[in-house]
Structures are given as structure tokens and as C-alpha cells.
């Protein structure tokens, strides 16, 4: 199955910079303070989720979605939504905020960390008189089977790295 295009999710705002090698994509999306320049129209939601910019078509994302996004002061999410199979991973970077998971509301701020299962009906919103930062990791639920430590491969020889 081929990695879906940038296109897929209609959006606004393009990034900085994208970098792609045989075994690597990277991607520069400016400073967390510029999110507010991306935005995504979903095709089922009534309007344009501003601040928000998902990084699966960018990069060529095969096994997870990853999304970037920034509420302003005070802002919030304008919609409830859970998942069919992907369960979230919300990292707050900066800012104070709220989520609401299932009807109870909790406090995040930055350095907070919030799994979300598919079936959990969630928003959040930012509580403060600064913008709240975040990311959101997308993945099959109970689909990892192997991770760093059962996973990862060491690789003969030491980094090169050219002189600065």
C-alpha cells in the first residue's frame, strides 16, 4: 500500500522546507508560534480546523499519523470525535488546557502526556492567555509488536559528523 499524498486531507499553508532521502523524510514546519498558518478542511466537519497540520502525507507516513496543531488563548476544539481503530497520543509542548475524555474534564499543561483509546470521545481547549501547543501520535490500536528495545539494531562504526 503507497504512503497517501499531501493532498488527501485538503490544507492550508505549506511548510518551510521538506527533505526526502532513500530512508528518510523530514519536514520544517516553522516555529510553534507560526502553526496558526496551517489549517486542514475535513471533509465531515462543518469548518476549517485553523492551527492544525497532519504530517502522514508530508513525511509518508506508513504506520502512524502524526498531527502538529496550536489552539490561540482561550480557543478550543469546535467538535467531539473518537476513532474507529487509531488510538491518540496528546503531547502537550506549551500552554495550559483542558481535555475532556468521556464527559470528565482534566487539567493538561506542557509536559503533560494523554492516551486517548479509539472509542473515547474527546476535545480539548486552552485555559490560559497563551497558546496551547500540542501533538497528537495516531496509531492501530494493539498493533505494536515490537518496539526500541526488541526492535532496534545496532549498526557497526560511529557518527561522522561534518565540522560546523
Known amino acids: 500500500m503507497s504512503a497517501t499524498k499531501a493532498t488527501d486531507m485538503p490544507r492550508i499553508g505549506e511548510p518551510d522546507e521538506i527533505l526526502q532521502g532513500a530512508n528518510y523524510s523530514a519536514v520544517q514546519l516553522g516555529a510553534s508560534g507560526d502553526w496558526n498558518r496551517y489549517a486542514v478542511r475535513h471533509p465531515s466537519l462543518p469548518t476549517t480546523i485553523h492551527g492544525k497540520v ?28 473518537a476513532h474507529r481503530e487509531n488510538e491518540e497520543v496528546y503531547v502537550f509542548v506549551s500552554g495550559r488546557g483542558q481535555m475532556l475524555v468521556d464527559g470528565e ?11 486517548i483509546a479509539p472509542a473515547g470521545v474527546r476535545s480539548w481547549r486552552s485555559t490560559s492567555d497563551e497558546p496551547l501547543v500540542y501533538l497528537v501520535i495516531q496509531a492501530k490500536e494493539g498493533s505494536l509488536r515490537q518496539w526500541t528495545l526488541t526492535d532496534g539494531v545496532g549498526v557497526a562504526g560511529a557518527p561522522v559528523w561534518p565540522e560546523n
Request: with cysteine; hydrophobic share 45%.
Open 105 to 115: 474534564v482534566f487539567d493538561v499543561s506542557e509536559g503533560s502526556v494523554v492516551r
Open 54 to 81: 497532519f504530517l502522514k502525507g508530508l513525511l509518508g507516513l506508513t504506520g502512524t499519523e502524526i498531527s502538529c496543531g496550536v489552539l490561540p488563548n482561550r480557543g478550543a476544539m469546535p467538535f467531539l470525535h
